[in-house]
C-alpha cells in the first residue's frame, strides 16, 4: 500500500522533527538498528514503569493480534492481522514495536 501526499502535507513533513530520528535510523547497519530498537524499547519500558502503564511493546505481544494458521495439502502456513486497524502483517513486522500496543489481560 502506497501513502499519497498532498505538497502542503510534504512541506509539513519536512518541518517533523521526528525526520532527524528517521533520518538517522536508515542509515544505520543491521546491528546498529538492532541495537537502537533495543535501546528505544529500553527507553519506552521506563517510561511506561514511571507512568505506571505499558503501552509499548511488539506486535507479537498486542491484543489485537490475530493469528490464522491454515494447511493445505502441500504445507501449512500462517497469517496474521491486526483486529484494531483491519490490516494484514507480515510475518516479519510481528517484532516491531506497536504504535496502538495494548496488553493480553492477565
Not at 524499547?41 to 509499548?56: I, M, N, P
Amino acid at each position: 500500500m502506497m501513502l499519497s501526499i498532498t505538497q502542503q502535507g510534504k512541506k509539513f513533513l519536512a518541518r517533523d522533527p521526528g525526520n532527524v530520528l528517521v533520518e538517522a535510523i536508515a542509515v544505520l547497519d543491521d546491528d546498529g538498528t538492532i541495537r537502537f530498537r533495543d535501546a528505544l524499547r529500553h527507553v519506552l519500558d521506563q517510561s511506561d514503569v514511571a507512568e505506571q502503564r505499558h503501552h509499548t511493546d511488539v506486535c507479537k505481544r498486542c491484543i489485537f493480534l490475530r493469528e490464522d494458521r491454515s494447511t493445505t495439502d502441500s504445507k501449512a502456513s500462517v497469517a496474521f492481522t491486526c483486529r484494531l486497524f483491519r490490516a494484514a502483517i507480515a510475518p516479519a513486522e510481528i517484532e516491531l514495536l506497536c504504535t496502538s500496543f495494548e496488553h493480553h489481560r492477565q
